[in-house]
């Protein structure tokens, strides 16, 4: 079995340009997860996906964001003018969820962005 | 809200040194904790975890005990390595839910020579 894969590994583009971002979980796992790592703010939650439920969106900085998770499995994260201030490293997790408590999140390699 | 502070770093160490790297937490109800490490070049790996208050979580000669009278949760190895050399975050999660989204420390890069 493949860990989580996203792609693509590094993004360079122009202030005011869209981005999409790509999350492949683990076969099997129906929680998704988005981070993003960045010099200034460490490691933060962005968005959580559990199976056909509403998507937990409480980390989503602004409204530029979105992300959204087809037939439960893939999911891309959108930036919409893109601004430097989104440069960052952007990581995807899966998990079993359905309810196990605390099971370990499987983390991606995570997506390189940075906006000129 | 929910927050993770870690102490500042960089650290380094030489090789056979004590490790101790400190993480303290505010959390509503019970969370579980964690470290999460990531080595050069590798993606975010989990290290160990507790679950309720005064487990202790052990890996790879690392141990944090999960104490909840202090709010802390302590990284600590008897005697370090090179290959330990990465970073590290402590991180929690809510209880309750099937959202187990994790609430991340700012991280501590660890630096051991031979």
């Known amino acids: 079995g493949a860990g989580v894969s996203q792609s693509p590994s590094n993004k360079v583009t122009e202030k005011g340009k869209d981005v999409e971002l790509r999350c492949d979980p683990i076969s099997g796992h129906t929680a998704l997860y988005w981070y993003r790592q960045s010099l200034g703010q460490g490691l933060e939650f962005l968005i959580y996906?559990?199976?056909?439920?509403?998507?937990?969106k409480s980390g989503l900085p602004s409204d530029r964001f979105s992300a959204e998770r087809t037939g439960g499995s893939v999911s891309t994260l959108t930036i919409q003018r893109t601004q430097q201030e989104d440069s960052a490293v952007y990581l995807c997790?899966?998990?079993?969820?359905?309810?196990?408590?605390?099971?370990?999140?499987?983390f991606g390699p995570g997506t390189r962005l940075t906006v000129l | 809200g929910n927050s993770v502070t870690q102490m500042e770093g960089p650290v380094t160490l030489s090789e056979e040194a004590f490790l101790t790297i400190n993480c303290t937490y505010t959390?509503?109800?019970?969370?579980?904790l964690f470290w999460y490490v990531q080595y050069p070049g590798e993606g975010l790996q989990l290290l160990l975890k507790a679950t309720k208050a005064d487990d202790k979580g052990s890996n790879k000669g690392f141990e944090a005990t999960y104490r909840k009278e202090t709010t802390s949760f302590h990284l600590e190895k008897g005697s370090v390595q090179v290959s330990d050399s990465a970073v590290y975050f402590c991180a929690l999660s809510r209880s309750t839910g099937a959202n187990s989204k994790l609430t991340f420390g700012k991280g501590i890069t660890l630096s051991v020579r031979p």
């Open positions: 959390a509503t109800g019970y969370p579980s």
């Open positions: 997790a899966s998990n079993i969820g359905g309810g196990l408590l605390n099971n370990e999140q499987f």
């Open positions: 996906f559990q199976g056909n439920s509403a998507p937990d």
